[in-house]
T-cell receptor, first 113, second 113 residues
Framework: AQSVTQLDSQVPVFEEAPVELRCNYS??????LFWYVQYPNQGLQLLLK??????LVKGINGFEAEFNKSQTSFHLRKPSVHISDTAEYFC???????????FGQGTRLTINP | DAGVIQSPRHEVTEMGQEVTLRCKPI?????LFWYRQTMMRGLELLIY????????DSGMPEDRFSAKMPNASFSTLKIQPSEPRDSAVYFC???????????FGPGTRLLVL
């Protein structure tokens, strides 16, 4: 069965600093990878997804992620964060051909002024 | 489109009472998912439907939980009888096909006293 590990439960950064949220997955078959964001008291919103093709995926709000098959990673990055990026970020994996999404435990991103 | 609609947004009930959560997926989507989010266990998939048919209910915690999808535009998740440990945020999500993005509703915050 596939699994997702988000290595940091909390990441504090200063405004305008770069950030990387780490995600590693485990699967014996090919997968699709996703990053979702959850703002306080709201549902999850898709940031970006990797299905195939270029390993560098660009998403909304200036975020991007790079799929690294050899390291089974899908880390999320943003070169300069804003206060409005304060939220919880979830990495998720889906086996190709299946519908079930498996989520990581989430990383709480806190932006300090 | 209005997105995935869930009701109620908040529910407070007493232990032993029946609770019914409702979801209206995005029009045209043929897959519907129920998730539960808690601090301890993170995001868990409870059950999902494809073309109104339950496909995988292995995440349903116990017999007190049941879900139905009588038509393509409506689903319910019922807990009877409810217990304090059922307190959580319950999300509904829908997608168009297995490869496509899951769109989440705003969630129902359930508190069982």
């Amino acid at each position: 069965a596939q699994s997702v590990t988000q290595l940091d439960s909390q990441v504090p950064v200063f405004e305008e600093a770069p950030v990387e949220l780490r995600c590693n997955y485990s699967s014996s078959v090919s997968v699709y990878l996703f990053w979702y964001v959850q703002y306080p008291n709201q549902g999850l919103q898709l940031l970006l997804k990797y299905l195939s093709g270029s390993t560098l995926v660009k998403g909304i709000n200036g975020f991007e992620a790079e799929f690294n098959k050899s390291q089974t990673s899908f880390h999320l990055r943003k070169p300069s964060v804003h206060i409005s990026d304060t939220a919880e970020y979830f990495c998720a994996v889906k086996i190709q051909g299946a519908q079930k999404l498996v989520f990581g435990q989430g990383t709480r991103l806190t932006i300090n002024p | 489109d209005a997105g995935v609609i869930q009701s109620p947004r908040h529910e407070v009930t007493e232990m032993g009472q029946e609770v019914t959560l409702r979801c209206k997926p995005i029009s045209g989507h043929n897959s519907l998912f129920w998730y539960r989010q808690t601090m301890m266990r993170g995001l868990e998939l409870l059950i999902y439907f494809n073309n109104n048919v339950p496909i995988d209910d292995s995440g349903m915690p116990e017999d007190r939980f049941s879900a139905k999808m009588p038509n393509a535009s409506f689903s319910t998740l019922k807990i009877q009888p409810s217990e304090p440990r059922d307190s959580a945020v319950y999300f509904c999500a829908s997608s168009l096909g297995w490869k496509e993005t899951q769109y989440f509703g705003p969630g129902t915050r359930l508190l069982v006293l």
